[in-house]
Nanobody, 122 residues
Framework: VQLQASGGGLVQAGDSLRLSCAASRRIYSSNLMGWFRQAPGAEREFVAI????????YYADSVKGRFTISSDKAENTVYLQMNSLKPEDTAVYYC????????????????WGQGTLVTVSS
């Protein structure tokens, strides 16, 4: 499976961005799609996850209320709407697919996109 992420860029604090991630094949209802991020010198961390079939969503505390993960099943695409961006949101954002059980640990996920850089200036 190939995942193609896009939508990153340079914005100011308080601005919004929407990231997209398109899968190369149909995303099955049993799959989970997620967004993770990695800041310089830091480990890759969970941001948001969506259960593809039933649509349940999960968020890291640091982004809850500001970010929204959503899906377009017809296009096999997952989105991350990011509002009220803060400088601490600066990172490379990765989309990922998990074909097994729910996990917030990046090492448990099966497929990864190439990453898209989000830079938030103060």
């Amino acid at each position: 499976v190939q995942l193609q992420a896009s939508g990153g860029g340079l914005v100011q604090a308080g601005d919004s961005l929407r990231l997209s991630c398109a899968a190369s094949r149909r995303i099955y209802s049993s799959n989970l799609m997620g967004w993770f991020r990695q800041a310089p010198g830091a480990e890759r961390e969970f941001v948001a996850i969506i259960r593809w079939g039933i649509g349940n969503t999960y968020y890291a505390d640091s982004v809850k209320g500001r970010f929204t993960i959503s899906s377009d099943k017809a296009e096999n695409t997952v989105y991350l709407q990011m509002n009220s961006l803060k400088p601490e949101d600066t990172a490379v954002y990765y989309c990922a697919m998990d074909t097994s059980d729910y996990s917030q640990h990046a090492s448990d996920w099966d497929y990864w996109g190439q990453g898209t850089l989000v830079t938030v200036s103060s």
